[in-house]
């Protein structure tokens, strides 16, 4: 492993290599404002740059500032979101924002500490915040960094586990300590998430222009591809469910499902465990049920498991209501501007009938 000694300089290395090679025009640098910051880092978790920045530049135009988000309902909020995935990130984001205006003013905590305190953000988002908006010398650990320590420090073992996080957490703790009193905390941050996108790649990483290359472990030992090691292997179980797609006069029905859950908040298609089910709720709905409105299965995968969607396509006599609470008909041309998971979005996009 490289020694902590090494530690002095690396931190100042990474700052003076993304004043010259970092990113310096994405939508979100250039501000101190921490709404914007806050907004930028949660829809980049799990998300690339490229598809954030339309995401971004929208919602801000439609939510300028936090009192304008804490002051809209969520169903205004969701559909500016859909399509990004990871759900619970707006819901947070929402709740965030109305904590934030009720208690505190509408204006975010000053330290890492206390903004680790709101919903959700979690210490590496925190401590991105106090860095670029107020300076503060706390380091971030997402999953850029984590490959890009666990390579130069050449600590083995899978990022994920408690014990390997705490360790690189500790370095990246370490390297700020040991960092100069005038290091630009915002550039080194920045430098840090540059380094791993553009640089430290996960696959065929750019070593020879990298600032870390002269004492990197897994450089100097060519353990680039065998660093960070993967999550062990699990196999995800498999589940099934039907979907319905009832149409009638230009409208499908959608269903609104419950706050908590998968796909909490969103517009959904009414959905059963077995096609018995979907049959029994056909026949008491009146519909008949016509082979022909098999379509193809489509697999969703999610953290814990993968599903296997079988959706059928369907119409209703004229007449037929909504049988369940959270039941609408959706006007057809409004289903683009309606927050849908994104599977459900994949079978209305492949929706033959208009
Ligand atoms: Fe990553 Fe290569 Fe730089 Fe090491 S030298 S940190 S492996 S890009």
């Known amino acids: 492993m490289s020694s902590p000694s090494s530690l002095h300089d690396l931190a100042q290395r990474v700052c003076d290599w993304q004043r010259q090679h970092g990113r310096h025009h994405l939508p979100w640098q250039g501000t101190q404002d921490p709404y ?88 590496s988002t ?59 905390m915002a550039a080194y941050t920045q430098g840090l998430m540059d380094l791993g996108a553009q640089v430290c790649t996960r696959s065929k990483p750019l070593c020879e222009t990298c600032p870390l290359a002269s004492d990197c472990e897994a450089r100097l030992r060519g353990l680039q591809d065998q660093l960070p090691e993967r999550r062990p292997k699990r196999v995800l179980p498999e589940r099934h469910c039907t979907m319905l797609l009832l149409h009638r006069d230009g409208h499908l029905l959608l269903e609104k499902q419950p706050q908590t859950g998968i796909w909490g908040g969103l517009w959904s298609l009414p959905r059963y465990d077995t096609l018995e089910e979907m049959a029994a709720d056909c026949q008491a709905r009146g519909i008949v049920m016509n082979d022909d409105g098999r379509m193809a299965t489509i697999v969703h995968t999610f953290t814990h498991f993968r599903l296997h969607i079988a959706p059928w396509l369907l119409e209703a006599p004229p007449n037929v209501g909504e049988t369940r609470p959270m039941e609408a008909w959706v006007a057809f041309d409004h289903l683009a501007q309606t927050a849908t998971p994104a599977p459900v979005r994949a079978l209305l996009d492949a929706l033959p009938v208009s």
């Open 36 to 123: 914007r910051v806050w907004l930028s880092e949660i829809m980049l978790q799990q998300t690339q740059v490229s598809t954030v920045i339309p995401y971004y530049e929208r919602f801000l135009e439609r939510f300028p500032t936090i009192h304008s988000l804490a002051q809209a309902t969520q169903e205004e909020v969701m559909p500016y979101w859909a399509g990004l995935g990871y759900y619970a990130r707006a819901r947070n984001l929402h709740r965030c924002a109305q904590v934030v205006a009720r208690e505190h003013g509408g204006r975010f905590p000053k330290s890492a500490e206390e903004i680790a305190t709101l919903p959700g953000i979690g210490r």
């Open 126 to 184: 925190a401590a991105a915040i106090a860095a670029f908006c107020y300076g503060e010398r706390s380091s971030i650990m997402d999953g850029n960094v984590k490959r890009v320590f666990t390579r130069y420090f050449g600590i083995h073992g899978y990022p994920g586990l408690r014990a390997v996080e705490q360790r690189l957490w500790a370095l990246a703790e370490m390297a700020v300590e040991q960092a100069s009193g005038s290091l630009d």
